[in-house]
Nanobody, 124 residues
Framework: VQLQASGGGLVQPGGSLRLSCVTS????????IGWFRQAPGKEHEFVAG????????HYADSVKGRFTISRDGAENTVYLQMDSLKPEDTAVYYC??????????????????WGQGTQVTVSS
């Protein structure tokens, strides 16, 4: 399983970025993709997740109304549209895959495959 995250960068407060996670090398009956982030000196934090069909989407309270997760099945890509960015959104963002069905499993331990991170910096 390979997950390739990209799209990070430097943006001013109030700005937007779109992260992409391209997936390949798997053949599971079910999977979900989650975005996590890790700020310096902090633990991994769940940000948003989506089921393989796109029918289930889940967001951390801290990003509800600002971030939108979506998927393009044909391209095996999951996107994280981040709007109204705040300095506290600064972190390394990772995408990860959970390979079993669980409607409420959005913690780091539930995701067995991880991609490399992409840095998001929100600063004026």
């Amino acid at each position: 399983v390979q997950l390739q995250a990209s799209g990070g960068g430097l943006v001013q407060p109030g700005g937007s970025l779109r992260l992409s996670c391209v997936t390949s090398g798997f053949n599971f009956d079910y999977y979900a993709i989650g975005w996590f982030r890790q700020a310096p000196g902090k633990e991994h934090e769940f940000v948003a997740g989506i089921s393989w069909s796109g029918a289930v989407r889940h967001y951390a309270d801290s990003v509800k109304g600002r971030f939108t997760i979506s998927r393009d099945g044909a391209e095996n890509t999951v996107y994280l549209q981040m709007d109204s960015l705040k300095p506290e959104d600064t972190a390394v963002y990772y995408c990860a895959m959970r390979t079993y069905f669980c409607g409420s499993c959005w913690s780091e331990a539930d995701f067995g495959f991880w991609g490399q991170g992409t840095q998001v910096t929100v600063s004026s």
